[in-house]
């Protein structure tokens, strides 16, 4: 069985998988879901989060997620589904990755081939049984490792050392911006995200 979405780029992966990544709060979330989901629908958007005001992106595409599990609601009689746009349980960029959307960048966001980082991440949640996406590997050179993000991050959130990355998010001004406990603004973005203006691989 296959679903489709409307989204631009879209792959099932099954929800026992992703919640290793999950933290404690995502766990609580998923477990206070009407239904059982065994499997995401990991779907992308092109766009950066947060652009505008807050939630602007991710409500807009979780309306999008929504009309899409009424049709297929229609479609597979059987099955539940539910759309998931920003306060979604699972933690989205490994979902992605392990949905074999892409790989995750030294920036800890995910590059996908042909699409860069710029995006916001989705998903719909279901019982329906669907196979796994094949992982992607890094040999694409999606980030090559240039350390451009880790040297321009103005809080020094981001390292990378021995091919390790490293990321503090209680650091990260886009985080510390979301709990509003950082009070500037860059026009046009909530947030930073100077490590998505200075990747090459955005340009
Ligand atoms: S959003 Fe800004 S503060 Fe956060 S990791 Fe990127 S560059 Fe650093
Ligand atoms: S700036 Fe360089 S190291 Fe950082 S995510 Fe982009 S390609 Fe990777």
Redesign the pocket.
Known sequence: MDVSLSAVRFAPVSVPRVMAYATERMQKRLASMPFAPTHAVVALFVGRPDIGKRGGDYSKNQAVLGQDCERLRGEFPAYRFAESGNAWPLPAVQAARLAGLGVV???G?L?VPGLG?ALTIGAVLTDMPLSDGVLLTEKGGY????????KRCPAGA?T?QNGARGFERAKCLAHRRQKEDWPLERPGYYGCDI?QD?????S
């Open positions: 960048g030294v920036n966001l590059f980082s980030c090559p490792r240039c350390g451009e993000c880790v981001l990378y490590c200075v990747c090459p691989m955005n």
